[in-house]
């Protein structure tokens, strides 16, 4: 029986008197690419946020790859995870962010290389060779010995994109991923993201580069507000979309 | 006099600059700085002079004991003490900053409570305190509380000798500076740092060790270095339960041959020599970690004398910042 890789149910989360997540449904299976479409504020990065345990679900159910996320099944009760089984959960879910957040005081090669060594166990010449081959696939292999502030942001993205992947990740997380970058860099990251879609990684990505999502995406979710308005086949969310929110906000973006 | 000559010199400049390029560069002159260096260097030599000649000094009775064995056990003592001191409020001052920054109430009441009371009283105060710490409790027992069960005790005046009071006083009492300035450190990294590493799997005591805390050390270093120094001069202060620092053995001898004035002049000799030695580890660790942040490269003096441009120094570091 093959589960999907996130499954939402109501998912809801509130900050104080703020309610940001209202009732969130949204699956994504195995070796798929979800992106997700909004406006600024709707609560896009929380939800993110959330399939990785960096926030707290407040109610419904998240479960990643049958996991209930922050929870354990045992004898009929569901006991809330410890520090450190949290920390082994997000061992197998990647995620990128908008500003980068690369460690500023450590070279490329040793911001890829510091997990798989320091949580993996992975011996240090073995995890260099591999951050080496994962800095070649994202088009960086002379940058090794850089510091990320002598990286242009597409650089320090793609960085971010291999020190995550270096974790062998089943899922991927990517918030906003370009929205930093100057347009020319844009190019760059997307090609590998679109690469590593092909390679069948299961991807949920929040953006607004439509022509992406309309590329590579199978399926587009628009969100609002803290709730899913619409989603389903990319073409059919991204050019005929049914609800008037989403039309009104394509009609801004585009 | 250089009114007069810059109008006509500045039009021949610029004339000169379309028909060639490769031209010398003339920097502001600072005239008004030059003016205050040779004054304030005329005023420090007048009064050099004037010490050097005054017979009060005893210059023979300073040359005598700058080098005595007495006050070199004395500088050996000064000197580990402020490194143990500082050892200790840093480990320490580390621990509390962690707790005043947890979510737990209990840690922040207890972790504000220590520097309440640690830097609310004189250190002095706290010197003598530790000092005289067996009028206190005579016995040091290991127990469980209210009951007559002990498992280990000792006598206090064995333990807690001068030395171990003094390291104590001034540890603890460091501890609470220390730890304002190492949660000033780690709430100066982005809170974008932690997130990234939680979601690479490292644990929050990793997190802390690997990513937040070596990005703290250039907000924490520069005032540490302040912390360090002025530790240094504070151990001065635990001559009074007689822990044979220098300043303790210096008061030692000039109780006994009243050259009170000189012997202070040998104890300024040697923190001045200590005191500018320790500036060589803190730049050693400002530049280490230093690495990988954005360029801010701050003028030396004589680059500031002379004005910036085209001096060695401006090159060298433009080479370095560019590697
Ligand atoms: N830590 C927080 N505390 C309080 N409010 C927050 C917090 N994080 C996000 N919010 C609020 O939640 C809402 C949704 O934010 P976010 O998920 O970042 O939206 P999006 O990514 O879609 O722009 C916003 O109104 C934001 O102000
Ligand atoms: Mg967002």
Redesign the pocket.
């Known amino acids: 029986m093959s589960q999907p890789m996130v499954q939402a149910r109501g998912v809801r989360k509130r ?2 008197s ?1 309610e ?1 997540l209202r009732g969130i449904d949204l699956t994504v299976e195995r070796g798929q690419v979800c992106c997700l479409l ?12 959330c399939i990785n345990h960096l ?1 707290r679900v407040d109610g419904g159910t998240l479960k990643v790859d049958g996991d209930l996320v922050g929870y354990r099944r045992h004898a009929g009760k569901l006991h809330e995870l410890g520090e450190r089984e949290v920390a082994e959960r997000r061992r197998d879910i990647g995620m990128v962010f908008q500003r980068f957040n690369l460690f500023p005081h450590m070279t490329a090669l040793d911001n890829v290389c510091e997990a798989p060594v320091k949580v993996a166990g992975v011996s240090k010449a073995e995890a260099e060779a591999e951050a080496q081959r994962l800095l070649e696939q994202v088009g960086l292999a002379d940058r090794a010995g850089h510091f990320p502030a002598q990286l242009s942001g597409g650089q320090q993205q793609r960085v971010a994109i291999a020190r995550a992947l270096a974790m062998k990740p089943k899922l991927m997380l990517f ?2 991923p370009t929205s930093a970058l100057d347009p020319e860099l844009v190019g760059d990251v997307l090609d590998v993201m679109r690469r590593l879609a092909a390679d069948g990684m299961t991807m949920v990505v ?1 953006t607004h580069e439509i022509g992406f999502a309309r590329e590579v995406a199978d399926t587009a979710v628009f ?1 609002d507000e ?1 709730v899913v308005v619409e989603a389903g086949a990319p073409r059919q969310v991204l050019t005929e979309p049914t609800q008037e929110r989403t039309r009104a906000f394509l009609s801004k973006v585009l | 006099m250089t009114d007069a000559t810059a109008p006509t010199r500045t039009p021949s400049v610029i004339t000169k600059k379309t028909e060639d390029e490769a031209l010398d560069v003339v920097p502001v002159r600072h005239y008004g700085r030059w003016a205050a260096a040779v004054t304030a260097v005329v005023a420090l030599i007048g009064l050099a002079g004037s010490l050097a000649k005054n017979d009060n000094l005893h210059w023979d009775v300073v040359g005598d004991y700058l080098f005595a064995g007495l006050i070199f056990d004395g500088l050996v003592t000064t000197l580990w003490l402020t490194a143990a001191a500082m050892a200790l409020g840093l480990a320490l001052g580390t621990v509390i900053a962690v707790m005043r920054l947890s979510a737990s109430p209990v840690l922040y009441g207890l972790s504000s409570l220590f520097v309440w009371a640690f830097r609310g009283t004189p250190l002095l105060v706290q010197i003598i305190f530790w000092g005289y710490a067996a009028a206190l409790y005579s016995q040091i027992k290991i127990g469980i509380p209210f009951t007559e069960v002990t498992f280990v005790s000792w006598d206090t005046n064995a333990v807690l000798t001068p030395a171990v009071a003094a390291l104590l006083a001034l540890g603890l009492n460091e501890a609470a500076y220390a730890s304002e300035i190492v949660r000033a450190g780690i709430q100066s990294v982005d809170p974008g740092q932690a997130e990234a590493a939680h979601s690479l799997g490292m644990r929050p005591a990793l997190t802390m060790r690997r990513i937040v805390l070596p990005q703290a050390m250039r907000v924490i270093i520069p005032p540490m270095g302040n912390e360090t120094i002025n530790m240094l001069k504070m151990t001065a202060l635990v001559s009074v339960i007689a822990a044979h620092d220098l300043m303790s053995n210096i008061q030692e001898v000039y109780a006994q041959n009243y050259q009170v004035i000189p012997l202070l002049v040998v104890a300024s000799c040697w923190y001045l020599v200590l005191v500018s030695l320790l500036s060589i580890p803190q730049a050693w660790l400002e530049r280490r970690y230093g690495r990988g942040a954005a360029r801010s490269q701050s003028n030396s003096a004589v680059q500031r004398l002379f004005g910036s441009a085209g001096t060695p120094w401006a090159r060298r570091t433009k080479k370095e910042a560019g590697r």
């Open positions: 900050y104080g703020l940001v909004g406006p600024s504020g709707s609560g896009k990065s929380t939800f993110l946020r926030e918030d906003e929040v969100m803290g």
